[in-house]
């Protein structure tokens, strides 16, 4: 059985996607990322909790004391990319529970109500939600960049609070020259799935 998905949009989104090294400086508008989310909200997360918090870096002090914070190979990337997002795990996703999970709002008390379950929560659903937004940039016709490489208590502390925890940094934008390194190999489906 084939695919639903236009292959057009399979190729968009998954084959023939990659991770931008380079970009061009077309900036990325404020009506492309309203897009971007309108979209990948609906991606599920456990309770509906959505713990993904969004901090678009566009002035150029912020890119500048973001940049301190990334890895030396990162470091020119992030300079020169249009746009770049810190992605972050609430912990304090909870709050917003009783307008997220309206059929059940006892959730918020009964199932997150220690700090150390909502940390684990927040980490896992928010990650998920990471990558709905990579997917979400690929089908705006961007290109997405995510990094891990990177002072995550640095970032925190320049650019958080404690509630919230740094997950990743990316780089968004229109490609540019030469920004594609040579594909990776990936699993084959007997490497990677089980039958019990």
């Known amino acids: 059985m084939s ?3 236009d292959p057009a949009a399979q190729d968009l989104l998954f084959r023939e996607a990659r991770t931008a090294n380079t970009f061009t400086d077309e900036p990325v508008t404020d009506e492309q990322i309203q897009a971007i989310y309108d979209l990948v909200k609906y991606g599920p997360t456990a309770f509906n909790q959505s713990p993904l918090r ?6 150029p002090e912020a890119r500048e004391r973001l940049v301190r ?12 990319a249009p746009l770049v997002a810190i992605l972050s795990a609430d912990n304090e996703f909870h709050e917003e529970l009783p307008q997220l999970f309206p059929h059940f709002p006892a959730a918020k008390d009964a199932f997150f109500s220690e700090r150390p379950v909502r940390e684990g929560a927040a980490a896992l659903n928010a990650t998920l939600q990471a990558a709905y937004f990579i997917i979400g940039v690929r089908a705006a016709g961007l290109a997405a960049g995510p990094m891990t490489g990177l002072d995550f208590a640095g970032v925190q502390k320049e650019f958080l609070d ?3 925890t740094p997950l990743m940094v990316i780089n968004i934008g229109k490609p540019g020259e030469n ?8 699993l084959e489906l007997d490497q990677v799935i089980t039958t019990v």
Do not use: Y
């Open 179 to 186: 920004a594609w390194f040579p594909r990776s190999p990936r």
């Open 69 to 80: 914070h990334m890895a030396e190979g990162n470091q020119p990337k992030t300079a020169a």
């Open 54 to 59: 969004i901090t678009l870096v566009r002035s």
């Open 3 to 5: 695919l639903v998905l």
């Open 162 to 164: 404690d509630d919230h």
